[in-house]
């Protein structure tokens, strides 16, 4: 499982370093592929080949499949190299905005990957009224 916010540098060449506390459990091959809300989602081999069995059960309609585009058209195998680092694609970094400052989340089974500008928009811890508020919704309590 995967948590905690970590931050690392984008190199010019676009690679990162993977926090260490992430790396072992994302191994030293995983899937980066377009996330939500102008993130990048970073799933272990055996989450993503779950993933993919669960896109492969949607119906047949326009929605299901712009979803399973969404997933699947951008995504990239990965691995890291002896330094701890991996490449990012292209594509992915124009999609999240990553440019130098890069927020790592770990969130259950896979790891988001943001650029700190928009973590930072996104990041609104400080309404945790709002979101205590809905957690019954989902059957959550304290």
């Not at 993977?18 to 377009?34: C, H, M, N, Q, Y």
């Not at 399973?68 to 680092?85: I, M, T």
């Not at 896979?110 to 609104?124: A, F, Q």
Request: charged residues 35%.
């Amino acid at each position: 499982m995967f948590m905690g916010t970590y931050e690392h540098g984008l190199d010019a060449k676009g690679r990162v370093i993977i926090p260490a506390k992430l790396r072992d459990d994302l191994g030293e091959s995983f899937v980066l592929t377009l996330g939500l809300d102008g993130c990048l989602f970073a799933y272990p081999m055996e989450e993503w080949e779950g993933f993919i069995e669960k896109l492969k059960e949607l119906p047949g309609t326009k929605e299901a499949r712009k979803l399973q585009r969404h997933f699947l058209a951008s995504a990239a195998p990965c691995e890291v190299d002896k330094q701890g680092r991996t490449l990012i694609p292209t594509k992915l970094r124009e999609y999240a905005g990553l440019k130098k400052d890069t927020v790592f989340v770990g969130v259950l089974s896979k790891i988001e990957i943001w650029s700190r500008e928009r973590w930072e928009e996104n990041d609104d811890y400080d309404k945790i009224e709002d979101i205590a508020e809905h957690m019954s919704e989902f059957g959550l309590s304290f």
